[in-house]
C-alpha cells in the first residue's frame, strides 16, 4: 500500500457481533491502524457496499492435488477407502512439472479466494524432479506455488514438509514416494530460504509429514533445528483407523497420546485432521496449547471418518479449517459440511451451538475458526484487530440465503442458506483482490490450468 487507507461500512462484524457506522483504517504496511463501531461517515473514507466481515485462513493445502478434484470418484474393485485413493493420487504426484504446478495452484488460490479465503498454509512435500533427484534450484516446485499466490494476491504461508518414512516400522520410502524425500535439515533450510526471500505476503514454518512418515529421530533433529524460532510447526495426525491401530502396534500410544508424552508441542503446533481422538488425547491436546485443524469436506471425500467436534468446543482448543485436497474451496461450504456431519452422525440438530454462550451454530463456528485462524499461518492476530493484516470479505446482500435476512441471523443464513458466490469483494492487505466476483488475471490463470490439465489427463479419454 502507498499509503494510508480508510474504509466504512453501514454494519460489519467485530468482535463476535454485527456493529453499526464502521470505521476501519489501515496502515501503509497493509495492517490494521484501528477499528471503531458507531462512526458516522467520514469524508474522504471509502464506503463498502455490503455488510463486512473478517476472511479465515485456510489452515491446510495440497496445492497439487487441484488437478485429481473429480477423477477419484469410481470404484472398480470390491472397496476403496483412503489409502486406495492414495496410492492413485500418488499417479498425479509422480508426472505434474513445476510449471503446471503453478498453473494448477493459481487456480486454486483464486477459488479460495472467491472462496472467502485471503491466507493459504501450503503442507508442501512434492518437492522433486519426477524421478526424484533435485531440481538445480531445490525450491522449484515452492516458487511455482509462491508465483501462484502472487499471480493471485492471496497471501501464503509455506510449509515444507519432513516426509522421510513410508511407515512406522519402515527405514525408507516407497518407490512412487520418491518426490517427496526429505529430512529435518533439508526442511529446516527451505524454510529460511523461503522467510529470506522478502517476497510479499510470503513466509513461511514447516511441517512432518506424519508420526509413520517421519520418525522419532526426524521429528526431534527438527526441533533441535527450529529450537524457540517463532513459527508454525503442522503435522497431519489421527486422520485414519489404520494409523491408530499401526501406532498403538509400533509405540504403545495412540498417535496424540504419543506426540504429547514424547515431543511435548506447544501453540506453534498444528494438529491437521485428530479425527479419532479420546477425551484424554483432548485434554493433552488442550494444556499443550496446540491447534487443531479441521478439513471436513476432504475428510467427507476420504471417508475418514467424523471428529470430536463437541469436544474440541468444549475443551476451547484453538480449532481452524483446511481445503486440504480441495474438494471444497470456500469456508461456508466447509463449515456447512462440518455442522451437517455431526448432525448425520448424532442425530442431533444444531451440535456447535451452545446454550447460554452462543446460541446460533453458525456464528459458533465461524467465531472458532477466525479466533484459531492465526497461529497455522505464524501470525499474531487475525481479523478486526490493531495489528492484523488489513483482509476482509464483503458480502452481496442481494445473495442467495441473506436476502431478507435479519442481520441477527445473517451468518446462519450464510453457513446453511446460501448458495453461489456470496461475496461481492475480498481485500487482502487493504487491496481489493476480487471485485464482483472477478479477478483481472481470471481469463490467462483459467487458460493456463485447462492447458496443464489437458497435458496430465488427456490420456484418460483415449
Not at 435479519?406 to 487482502?428: C, H, K, T
Amino acid at each position: 500500500m502507498s499509503g494510508t487507507r480508510t474504509f466504512w461500512a453501514a454494519e460489519a462484524w467485530i468482535e463476535g457481533r454485527w456493529q453499526r457506522d464502521v470505521l476501519l483504517e489501515a496502515g501503509s504496511d497493509g495492517h490494521w491502524l484501528r477499528i471503531s463501531a458507531g462512526v458516522p461517515l467520514p469524508a474522504g473514507a471509502e464506503q463498502l457496499q455490503g455488510p463486512v466481515m473478517p476472511s479465515l485462513v485456510d489452515a491446510h493445502s495440497h496445492a497439487f492435488q487441484r488437478a485429481f478434484v473429480g477423477l477419484a470418484e469410481r470404484r472398480d474393485s470390491g472397496s476403496d477407502d483412503f489409502w486406495s485413493w492414495r496410492d492413485r493420487m500418488y499417479g498425479v504426484a509422480l508426472r505434474i512439472t513445476p510449471e503446471q504446478l503453478q498453473a494448477i495452484a493459481a487456480q486454486l488460490y483464486l477459488e479460495l479466494l472467491r472462496g472467502g479465503y485471503t491466507q493459504v498454509c501450503e503442507f508442501h512435500y512434492l518437492q522433486h524432479r519426477e524421478d526424484g533427484s533435485a531440481f538445480d534450484d531445490e525450491l522449484a516446485m515452492s516458487w511455482a506455488l509462491a508465483d501462484a499466490a502472487q499471480a493471485v494476491g492471496i497471501g501464503l504461508t509455506m510449509l515444507p514438509v519432513l516426509y522421510a518414512h513410508a511407515g512406522f516400522q519402515q527405514a525408507e520410502l516407497r518407490p512412487d514416494q520418491r518426490r517427496f524425500a526429505t529430512d529435518a535439515d533439508w526442511i529446516w533450510q527451505a524454510s529460511q530460504r523461503i522467510n529470506a526471500a522478502g517476497r510479499s505476503l510470503l513466509n513461511a514454518g514447516v511441517a512432518l509429514h506424519s508420526l509413520r512418515a517421519a520418525h522419532a529421530a526426524d521429528i526431534r533433529r527438527l526441533q533441535s533445528l527450529v529450537g524457540d524460532a517463532d513459527l508454525p510447526i503442522h503435522i497431519h495426525i489421527s486422520e485414519q483407523q489404520q494409523e491408530v491401530h499401526d501406532c498403538l502396534a509400533a509405540t504403545g500410544q495412540r498417535p496424540m497420546q504419543w506426540l504429547a508424552h514424547e515431543f511435548k508441542p506447544d501453540a506453534r503446533w498444528q494438529l491437521v485432521h485428530a479425527t479419532h481422538s479420546t477425551p484424554e488425547e483432548i485434554e493433552q491436546v488442550r494444556a499443550s496449547g496446540a491447534g487443531v485443524v479441521i478439513c471436513p469436506g476432504t475428510e467427507a471425500n476420504l471417508g475418514d471418518g467424523l471428529c470430536d467436534l463437541p469436544g474440541w468446543l468444549a475443551a476451547g482448543v484453538p480449532l481452524s479449517l483446511g481445503s486440504d485436497s480441495h474438494v471444497t474451496r470456500d469456508w461456508v461450504e466447509e463449515l456447512r459440511w462440518l455442522e451437517y456431519g455431526q448432525r448425520l452422525g448424532m442425530q442431533r440438530r444444531n451440535v456447535a451451538a451452545a446454550p447460554g454462550l452462543q446460541a446460533s451454530s453458525g456464528e459458533r463456528l465461524f467465531e472458532a475458526m477466525l479466533a484459531g485462524s492465526a497461529a497455522p499461518a505464524g501470525f499474531k492476530a487475525w481479523g478486526f484487530k490493531p495489528g492484523a493484516r488489513a483482509d476482509f470479505l464483503v458480502l452481496d446482500p442481494q445473495a442467495s440465503g441473506l436476502l431478507g435476512l435479519p442481520s441477527s441471523a445473517r451468518l446462519d443464513g450464510l453457513i446453511f442458506g446460501s448458495q453461489g458466490q456470496v461475496l461481492s469483494q475480498v481485500y487482502v492487505a487493504g487491496e481489493c483482490r476480487l471485485h464482483q466476483g472477478g479477478h483481472p488475471q481470471r481469463p490467462a490463470i483459467g487458460a493456463a490450468f485447462g492447458k496443464a490439465m489437458h497435458s496430465l489427463w488427456s490420456a484418460a479419454d483415449e
